[in-house]
């Protein structure tokens, strides 16, 4: 950070367009300082300036300074709230590097992240999709490190897991690939920089939030109080075990595990504790099929037998049954095949016993009369997918919708590996 006067700024301009100000060897360089409430730049009618290795940008409107790089706002008094700063990330010394000052007496507790992967969401390009984050101080020793906040780095300044105390920040990052530090830092100089897994290059934001300005974002402190002790209730009267999670505009805030996951060694549930979906499993089932709908395969009002032509029911009607009344519950089925609904492991041949089932059956109401709720629709979707697909419904699940959105803890049945944490004595449903 630097004043400028104004006849020095469009030299300063053309020099950095070009990239011979500084022969830096990052790609990004911002400045900041952190005093009571996390600081003032000064007034910002002062000409204050932030430049980085190929670009230049001055305050130029009331309030508020946009740049390329980032987006920082001031109040009355001048202070900064959310600190953000952008840039590509490449190989070697090429990583993205942020510096800020710490002012005042007493140590600030602060957050700092390497934000990636859900840039995606906000149409960045080229996105970095694992970013690390190494925090320095201003000798230039190392003094914490990160790669992937739900995974704590012990060592440096770090003595214990953040994980928990990241999600009660309010800032918790909103991708398990993103990374994240809480430190409490006395007055310094300070260096964070931010390099991608593996020699991954892409965009990535570096930034900085206050923790001890409480104005800085909101208090979750007393729906957190809540949540356990709805969860305790639950245990109190006899649940085995209950994870729950505290989500604010698609970030997790808190989330805990509650009783116990194995009863017999008794492990306690975590937060990491799977637990069966139940029917939340049929959001899968719609999305794979609005997918092959999406892409011209299926067209949701022509009839079932037009794809599944060997399906059979003792009502002719069934002939009029389409795509969209299995997932809106409007098939006219008799209910739920509910032989081996409730499981603890996979039931190989399910689908075939529910159409083998549904063949001897007879339409309850006529397709698309009314609604009632119906599982058995749903478990045909499955034989929808696999005709179409020529994969199993579990495979284009796992290819289609978990891999692109890296839900790595989301598994079916047939799925299941020995894992540290898994319940045990919980039921899950196949649908």
Not at 23 to 41: E, P, Q, S
Not at 270 to 285: C, E, I, L, R
Not at 377 to 396: D, P
Request: glycine share 10%.
């Amino acid at each position: 950070m630097k004043k400028k006067s104004a006849s020095q700024s469009a030299p300063a301009r053309r020099s950095l367009g070009e990239g011979g100000f500084f022969k830096l060897r990052v790609l990004l360089a911002f400045v900041f300082c952190l005093t009571g409430a996390l600081i003032a730049l000064g007034d910002p009618y002062n000409g204050l300036s932030f430049w980085h290795t190929n670009e230049y940008s001055q305050y130029s409107a009331p309030q508020r300074w946009h740049t390329p790089v980032g987006k920082f706002q001031f109040g009355n008094p001048s202070t900064l709230g959310n600190i953000s700063a952008r840039a590509f990330v490449q190989t070697g010394d090429n990583a993205t590097i942020g510096g800020f000052m710490v002012q005042g007496t007493e140590p600030k507790r602060v957050i700092i992240r390497a934000i990636g992967p859900e840039l995606t969401q906000y149409g960045v390009p080229n996105a970095l999709a694992n970013p690390t984050l190494e925090l320095h101080d201003g000798t230039g020793a190392l003094i914490a490190s990160n790669n992937n906040w739900v995974s704590t780095i012990i060592g440096g300044i770090i003595a214990s897991n953040q994980v928990n105390e990241i999600q009660a920040s309010g800032y918790a990052p909103g991708d398990p690939f993103e990374s994240a530090i809480i430190a409490d830092l006395p007055a310094g100089n300070y260096t964070a920089i931010v390099r991608g897994v593996n020699n991954m290059t892409g965009v990535a934001l570096v930034e900085a939030y206050d923790l001890d300005s409480r104005s800085s974002h909101p208090t979750y402190d007393a729906a957190i109080q809540e949540g356990r002790t709805a969860a305790q209730e639950l245990i109190n009267q006899g649940a085995s075990a209950v994870a729950i999670a505290l989500v604010d505009d698609k970030r997790i805030i808190w989330s805990q595990g509650f009783g116990l996951a194995d009863r017999d060694t008794g492990q306690a549930a975590t937060n990491t504790t799977m637990f069966g979906v139940g029917s939340v499993s049929k959001m899968f089932a719609a999305i794979a099929v609005m997918q092959l709908v999406d892409r011209g395969v299926v067209d949701l009002d022509t009839p079932l037998v037009t794809y599944l032509p060997a399906f059979r029911m003792v009502s002719p009607e069934y002939r009029n049954i389409t795509v969209r009344m299995l997932l809106n519950h409007s098939s006219g089925f008799p209910g739920t095949d509910n032989r081996n609904a409730d499981i603890r492991s996979p039931v190989p041949g399910y689908l075939d016993q529910v159409l083998q089932t549904l063949s001897m059956s007879r339409l309850k109401d006529p397709p698309g009369y009314m609604s009632v709720y119906c599982n058995d629709g749903f478990t045909i979707t499955a034989a929808l997918v696999e005709a179409m697909t020529g994969k199993s419904y579990v495979q284009f699940v796992h290819d289609e919708i978990l891999t692109p959105l890296r839900m790595a803890n989301t598994l079916y049945p047939t799925m299941v590996r020995e894992r540290p944490g898994s319940p045990q004595g919980i039921q899950g449903r196949r649908r």
